[in-house]
């Protein structure tokens, strides 16, 4: 009976144990004067996005990283003009803050792993 009842502690106390799973929290913002019709973000081995991002407003998206490699930010403006812009590289079990600000000149990005300032 003793057995069985620490047997039921340790599964109980199992969950709390701290399981955590990497993310990146990431948040695509227009700092244009016009509405963005079209935004997608690239990043290994999948991709997020949003249509008509308004000017001043926010996008955010939460995702795990899995393999290797680079994002890239492609949007169409109001003019219905295509760009892209290189961003940061990630590799498995990366996690932090991923700030991406589209501005009138070049689209701006800032990664802050998880632990830092």
Not at 1 to 29: I, K, N, Q, W
Not at 45 to 59: D, K
């Amino acid at each position: 009976m003793r057995f069985f009842l620490h047997l039921a502690l340790v599964a109980c106390l199992f969950p709390a144990a701290g399981c955590h799973s990497a993310y990146v929290e990431a948040t695509v913002t227009n700092h244009t004067a016009k509405t963005i019709p079209l935004v997608e973000v690239d990043y290994p081995s999948a991709s997020f996005g949003t249509q008509n991002l308004a000017p001043g407003t926010s996008f955010h998206y939460r995702f795990k990283v899995l393999g290797t490699g680079a994002t890239k930010l492609l949007f169409t403006d109001a003019q219905h003009q295509d760009h892209s812009a290189a961003g940061p590289s990630f590799k498995e079990g990366d996690e932090g803050r991923l700030q991406i600000d589209i501005n009138p000149g070049d689209p701006q990005w800032n990664f802050q792993p998880a632990g830092h300032s």
